[in-house]
């Protein structure tokens, strides 16, 4: 038996769960560079204006989830706060794929960067919370490489 197999699978399925909140975040990142022109297209609105709006209205949201994430741990848990976290995630994904045009698509992009925000620091917490201590640091890893392995992809198609 390796060191992985000692541990209940429970706690791999918690860890996979967790990240998808930095799988979201990686995606939404990068996705928005190679679509934006297309959807600039179909929604009707110029890229220095409008794509300019869509695309920091997830960097704005990602501050204000970064910021007022550690208080609603607290205040929820942190297993509840990561739960609520994808479901937050999951809402803005379907309002901006539902969006008819760039309101409704600047909307899910703040929630969706209010999720992705809030992830960034519950993800490694919580990875790091229930991870035993011989496992750790390979259990933390997995949040960066789930960023990173979704996003790199995306930036150098």
């Known amino acids: 038996m390796g060191r992985f197999d000692q541990y209940p699978l ?28 297309f959807i600039s297209q179909d929604l009707r609105f110029t890229l220095e204006g409008g ?3 869509v695309t920091s209205a997830l960097l704005l949201g990602g501050a204000l989830g970064a910021l007022t994430a550690g208080q609603t741990a607290d205040i929820l848990g942190l297993k509840r ?13 379907l309002i901006g794929s539902l969006a008819q045009g760039i309101n409704g698509l600047t909307l899910g992009r703040l929630i969706t ?3 992705s925000g809030a992830a960034t ?18 259990l933390s890893s997995c949040n960066q490489h789930s960023f990173w392995c979704v996003s790199a992809p995306l930036w150098l198609s």
Request: charged fraction near 5%.
């Open 81 to 93: 706060a990561v739960s609520s976290n994808n479901l937050l995630l999951a809402l803005g994904c």
């Open 113 to 115: 960067g209010i999720g």
């Open 121 to 138: 620091v519950y993800v490694p917490r919580y990875i790091a919370e229930i991870s035993p201590p011989s496992i750790r640091g390979s």
């Open 10 to 37: 429970a706690l791999y399925v918690a860890v996979l769960v967790s990240l998808l909140g930095a799988f979201q975040t990686g995606y939404h990142f990068g996705i928005l560079n190679t679509a934006l022109h």
């Open 51 to 53: 794509g300019a709006i």
